[in-house]
């Protein structure tokens, strides 16, 4: 079955840095989009980034366009998010989840997420 | 891009029905049939429960419905269930591969 298992939240300071990932099982990784969507506590979700399945494309939210990267390893079913830059407002727990293709532009599978925090 | 609008609480009793709306803009649900919902119990994973504005994932009970008018999304569950509590979020795809969800929404089973 389809498994998202996100990894590498934790504490960091205002102005830090951290890399988030998603390692995938259940299903062809390099075949789908994939996306990351954080909440912060308290607050609804927001869509953060997408990559294209190939990596050849990728967007992102102004909140944190310039400061976050999305990537991908296809050889190791992985998905990443750099964040740069860290601010306190980036607080959340960050989910991975996969684009449910087939032009349907939807999150079909999502990870239990992992908490960043941003604090001094 | 601005969040889609919820409402922050809507409340059944089991066997009821609810509509739980999603007001957008003609940038994103009103100009792409591309809405979907999520379910969210907290300290799990969110879970697909409408894409493309009506159609279910299978496993998803035919209990929850989808439909849009305009820029105005809608989901309505019938024969509410104790199950069914947990927060609900639409989403919309805005254009130039950008997403926007909506604030939420508290569904309470009575």
């Known amino acids: 079955q389809v498994q998202l298992v996100e990894s590498g939240g934790g504490v960091v300071q205002p102005g830090g840095s951290l890399r988030l990932s998603c390692a995938a099982s259940?299903?062809?990784?390099?075949?789908?989009?994939m996306h990351w969507v954080r909440q912060a506590p308290g607050k609804g979700l927001e869509w953060v980034a997408f990559i294209r399945h190939d990596a050849t494309d990728e967007c992102y939210a102004d909140s944190v366009k310039g400061r976050f990267a999305i990537s991908r390893d296809n050889s190791k079913n992985t998905l990443y998010l750099q964040l740069n830059s860290l601010r306190a407002e980036d607080t959340a727990v960050y989910y991975c989840?996969?684009?449910?293709?087939?032009?349907?532009?939807?999150?079909?599978?999502w990870g239990q997420g992992t908490l960043v925090i941003v604090s001094s | 891009q601005s969040a889609l609008t919820q409402p922050a609480s809507v409340s059944g009793s089991p066997g009821q029905s609810i509509t739980i709306s999603c007001t957008g803009t003609?940038?994103?649900?009103?100009?792409?049939?591309?809405v979907s919902w999520y379910q969210h119990h907290p300290g799990k994973a969110p879970k697909l429960m409408i894409y493309e504005v009506s159609k279910r994932p299978s496993g998803v009970s035919n209990r929850f419905s989808g439909s849009k008018s305009g820029n105005t999304a809608s989901l309505t569950i019938s024969g509410l269930q104790a199950e069914d509590e947990a927060d609900y979020y639409c989403?919309?795809?805005?254009?130039?591969?950008?997403?926007?969800f909506g604030g939420g929404t508290k569904l309470t089973v009575l």
């Open positions: 989403c919309s795809f805005a254009g130039s591969r950008n997403w926007v």
């Open positions: 259940g299903f062809t990784f390099g075949d789908y989009n």
């Open positions: 989840a996969r684009d449910g293709g087939s032009g349907s532009y939807s999150l079909d599978y």
């Open positions: 003609s940038s994103d649900v009103g100009n792409y049939n591309l």
